[in-house]
C-alpha cells in the first residue's frame, strides 16, 4: 500500500491511534494517548519558541528506506518548507524529528528510528518520555544539547 492510498481513503479518516508503513507497505498502528497528546503539544510549545523561523509539524510523515514512518513532532525551518512545502510524505526529514516515547516502544524500534530519519536528512532525533526527560541524538550519536535550541523546557 502507499501513503497517499491511505490518507486519501476514508476507512482511515479519525483512528484513535497512527498509522505508519513498513518497507513492504504493510501498515503498522500505534495506540494515541491523550497524555501523548499532551507531550507533542508541549514538545511543539518549546521547539517553536526556542527554534529561528521554521514551522512545527505535528505527526510529520516521511518516506524512509523502511517505509513511512510518522515522526510525533518536527521542526522544518523555512528553507525546507520553501523547497518541500507541505507534501505528504516527506521525502527527505526534516531538520528536527521527535519521538514521544510509549509504553510499547522498544529501544530497538527507536534505534531504527534515529537511524532511519538522520539518514533522510534530519540532523537532530529526539526521544521524549513520560516524564520530559529528552534524548538528543545526531549523526555523531548521543548528543549533549541542541544545536537548533539552547535549552529544552517542557
Known amino acids: ?22 518497507r513492504f507497505g504493510q501498515i503498522l498502528m500505534s ?22 523561523d521554521g514551522e512545527i509539524i505535528i505527526e510529520c510523515a516521511i518516506q524512509t528506506t523502511d517505509g513511512v514512518k510518522v515522526a ?16 505528504t510524505p516527506y521525502p527527505k526529514a526534516p531538520e528536527i524529528c521527535v519521538e514521544i516515547l510509549s509504553p510499547s516502544n522498544t529501544d530497538e524500534e527507536m534505534r531504527i528510528k534515529i537511524d532511519l530519519y538522520l539518514a533522510r536528512g534530519a540532523q537532530e532525533v529526539w526521544l521524549v518520555d513520560a516524564q520530559a526527560k529528552t534524548r538528543l541524538f545526531g549523526h555523531e550519536g548521543e548528543l549533549s544539547q541542541s544545536r537548533w535550541i539552547e535549552a529544552i523546557r517542557l
Open 1 to 22: 500500500m502507499e501513503w497517499a492510498e491511505i490518507i486519501n481513503n476514508p476507512l482511515f479518516e479519525n483512528l484513535p491511534f497512527k498509522i505508519e508503513l513498513n
Open 31 to 52: 495506540p494515541a494517548s491523550n497524555s501523548h497528546g499532551n507531550m507533542e503539544y508541549r514538545v511543539g510549545k518549546a521547539l517553536e519558541q526556542g527554534c529561528p
Open 72 to 87: 510525533d513532532v518536527a521542526w522544518a525551518s523555512a528553507a525546507f518548507i520553501a523547497e518541500f512545502g507541505y507534501a
